[in-house]
């Protein structure tokens, strides 16, 4: 059966609709609505346990939410079609460690029926700050961090257009972050879309359009970082999030 793709005038690729879900008697997420357009670098913010990971894997359809609606490209995020435009990267990546940097490549094009461009993988192993010289070596001898890099390397080469990451700054040495951040940018430059969670507020401050901060199982704010330190009366993103978690 084919998806049902509903009108999208406004090039949404994901729309978030009234999410509701509750592990038994604990509410994590009540009523969490918002948008994402075609192009945005969006960053979501929050406390570890306040739900980011889950509305990351609801939005995936690896958990299933009490309530609401999630649509990607349009189409109901439950549909497997849903999955077609999109790359992922869990916060705790673990590649398998038999295969190679190159042989982890391979297997993730293949997933989206591409042939891996190596000379592309090797640009951009130095753009997340990965000897290009490890895609070599089995995956078993690497670092946790060269693991999260090699991750974020197989989620750009496969081209899609949205990229969804979660705390894709975890494991990463202040070299990797800057030249993370400066991949990301590029991305969003070539028509790319970026949706990530990071607890990192500096990073998410400096490059991201807009932003949302999930606490207390709701939406607190929606909108550019900029407003948001202008509406708590601060120049620090992280001293304005301390106030808005705080004021409840």
Same mark, same amino acid.
């Not at 008697?25 to 990971?53: A, C, P, Q, R």
């Not at 992922?88 to 190679?100: D, G, H, I, W």
């Not at 800057?178 to 991305?187: F, G, P, R, T, Y």
């Given at each position: 059966?084919?998806?049902?793709?509903?009108?999208?005038?406004?090039?949404?690729?994901?729309?978030?609709?009234?999410?509701?879900?509750?592990?038994?008697?604990?509410?994590?997420?009540?009523?969490? +609505?918002?948008?994402?357009?075609? *192009?945005?670098?969006? #960053? /979501?913010? $929050?406390?570890?346990?306040?739900?980011?990971?889950? &509305? !990351?894997?609801?939005?995936?359809?690896?958990?299933?939410?009490?309530?609401?609606?999630?649509?990607?490209?349009?189409?109901?995020?439950?549909?497997?079609?849903?999955?077609?435009?999109?790359?992922?990267?869990?916060?705790?990546?673990?590649?398998?460690?038999?295969?190679?940097?190159?042989?982890?490549?391979?297997?993730?094009?293949?997933?989206?029926?591409?042939?891996?461009?190596?000379?592309?993988?090797?640009?951009?192993?130095?753009?997340?700050?990965?000897?290009?010289?490890?895609?070599?070596?089995?995956?078993? +001898?690497?670092?946790?961090?060269? *693991?999260?890099?090699? #991750? /974020?390397? $197989?989620?750009?080469?496969?081209?899609?257009?949205? &990229? !969804?990451?979660?705390?894709?700054?975890?494991?990463?040495?202040?070299?990797?972050?800057?030249?993370?951040?400066?991949?990301?940018?590029?991305?969003?430059?070539?028509?790319?879309?970026?949706?990530?969670?990071?607890?990192?507020?500096?990073?998410?401050?400096?490059?991201?359009?807009?932003?949302?901060?999930?606490?207390?199982?709701?939406?607190?704010?929606?909108?550019?970082?900029?407003?948001?330190?202008?509406?708590?009366?601060?120049?620090?993103?992280?001293?304005?999030?301390?106030?808005?978690?705080?004021?409840?």
């Amino acid at each position: 059966m084919t998806a049902q793709r509903q009108p999208n005038p406004e090039n949404l690729l994901l729309e978030i609709q009234g999410v509701h879900k509750s592990y038994g008697k604990k509410k994590v997420l009540d009523g969490i +609505s918002f948008d994402l357009k075609e *192009g945005e670098l969006f #960053g /979501l913010i $929050g406390l570890n346990g306040v739900g980011k990971t889950t &509305l !990351i894997k609801i939005i995936l359809d690896l958990i299933k939410r009490d309530g609401g609606e999630v649509r990607v490209s349009g189409v109901a995020a439950t549909e497997t079609a849903a999955r077609n435009g999109l790359a992922y990267v869990p916060e705790k990546f673990q590649p398998s460690r038999y295969l190679t940097g190159f042989e982890f490549l391979n297997l993730s094009a293949s997933y989206y029926k591409q042939k891996l461009d190596r000379d592309k993988a090797v640009e951009l192993a130095d753009q997340v700050a990965l000897d290009p010289e490890a895609l070599n070596n089995k995956v078993s +001898s690497y670092s946790k961090g060269m *693991g999260q890099k090699l #991750g /974020l390397l $197989g989620a750009c080469l496969t081209r899609q257009p949205l &990229l !969804i990451l979660d705390e894709p700054m975890s494991g990463l040495d202040p070299k990797a972050r800057i030249k993370l951040k400066a991949l990301m940018k590029q991305l969003i430059a070539e028509g790319r879309t970026i949706f990530f969670s990071s607890h990192i507020l500096s990073d998410i401050d400096e490059i991201c359009d807009r932003i949302g901060i999930i606490h207390d199982t709701h939406l607190q704010y929606l909108g550019t970082p900029a407003d948001f330190k202008t509406q708590m009366a601060t120049d620090s993103l992280e001293h304005a999030f301390l106030k808005k978690i705080n004021a409840g």
